[in-house]
């Protein structure tokens, strides 16, 4: 019987890069590929790019270059490239590294069996469209095999904002969303095979609105429906725009048990100057308003949220707005970054308005220093509190179990192997900056 061929993947970037690896994995399964940890015994490597973090395309013609030793001893290896910069670098990928046999772009991952057969014939294999049908509707049903208790589960892509520093419209595409019952079937599979916890993603998930009979059904309505599948014990979302967080959405955090009371809602700046030249389409006051109301829905609520540091034009009184807004605020975890032009994009063609990187990293400092201060605070909360903690692996010390709270925090506890993929009631008796410890209560 004949080996396996073995597939390497690497993933950058968003939690929606993770979910479409496992799928690309899945579709050359059915070409007899398994998956490998290394790339040194790999017949196949393919690189699931993001195009969100400075320099990317760069960092993945570094990657590429590692890979020449292995493709000189073995020409058999095939190389692919897939993901956003996939889509936004085309043909120029294999122009500049010759040595890669494939460029795929996201929306077309489910033909990457075709694309194989094209480098396996010695041609080069390109596709970056974005074609008309949905390309969940062609991959191949999950195989059966048993899955960790949390799963990610795609139910829309693509962005309609035009945010001026994002390049997700341009190498996404437009907002699309996947029929409910694909959804709900999906989501019924992962449960059959022991998942727990399903977060689902979109570029802008609050957007959801999936075609169903009757109409298309938004974000909240499918969440309320998957909260009545037997075995699904939570559900996530990520990541929302503040223009798209309707009313059922804000209701369903207080009437819908199985939503967890963590959400990840990006305000990016809060300065309304800032906010208009990033063409956001809502003001500071906006988005506090809105959080109020969340919160009144679900006041134990912990709110996540993305904040961009040195946007083109930014003022020290731009950048006292951002800080004053996190003090209103109050945030449990949040990601902050130093603006980075992306080619293409309205922002990126800003230069005369461009920060000085000094004064940037300046600013970004102390942001962070607020931001983590916050964070560490609600972490020490915890502490005399019991947390439901869903027990996902074993942890670095012998006897520990990790797994994560309701508020989506890390947290390890003494505690049997056999309470993998099972909930328990934790007591939080210490707080550390990224992670909580406790016992079995």
Known sequence: MAEPKKLYIK??????????????????????????DTPDNAD?????????????????????GRFKPLKKARPDLKIGVAG???????????????????????????????????????KKALDTDFPEELKFDHLAKRPKARRAPTA??????????????????????????????????????LVERGVREITLLGQNVNAYHGGAEGGAWGLARLIRRLAEI???????????????????????????????????????????????????KHRAADYVALIARIRAARPDLLLSGDFIVGFPGETEEDFEDTLRLVEEVRYGQAYSFKYSPRPGTPAAEKEAKMVPAEVASERLQRLQDLLNRQQFEHQQAMVGRTASVLFEKAGRMEGQLVGKSEYLQAVHVQAPDSLIGQIAQVEITEAGPNSLGGRLA
């Open 11 to 36: 993933t950058y970037g968003c939690q929606m890069n993770v979910y479409d690896s496992e799928r690309m994995a899945e579709a050359m399964g059915g070409k007899g590929y398994v998956t490998t």
């Open 44 to 64: 196949m490597i393919l690189l699931n790019t993001c195009h969100i973090r400075e320099k990317a395309a760069e960092k993945v013609y570094s990657e590429l």
């Open 84 to 122: 956003c910069v996939a889509q936004a670098e085309g043909a120029e990928i294999m122009a500049r590294q010759p040595m890669v046999d494939m460029v795929v772009g996201p929306q077309s991952y489910h033909r990457l069996p075709e694309l194989e057969e094209q480098a396996r014939a010695g």
């Open 152 to 189: 990610f589960l795609t139910v829309q892509e693509g962005c309609d904002k035009f945010c001026a520093f994002c390049v997700v419209p341009y190498t996404r595409g437009a907002e699309v969303s996947r029929p409910v019952a694909r959804v709900l079937e999906e989501a019924q599979d």
């Open 230 to 280: 037997d075995g699904l014990d939570r559900i996530r979302f990520t990541t929302s725009h503040p223009n798209d967080m309707e009313d059922d959405l804000i209701a369903a955090h207080g009437d819908c048990a199985k939503l967890m009371p963590y959400l990840h809602l990006p305000v990016q700046s809060g300065s309304d100057r800032i906010l208009k030249a990033m063409n956001r």
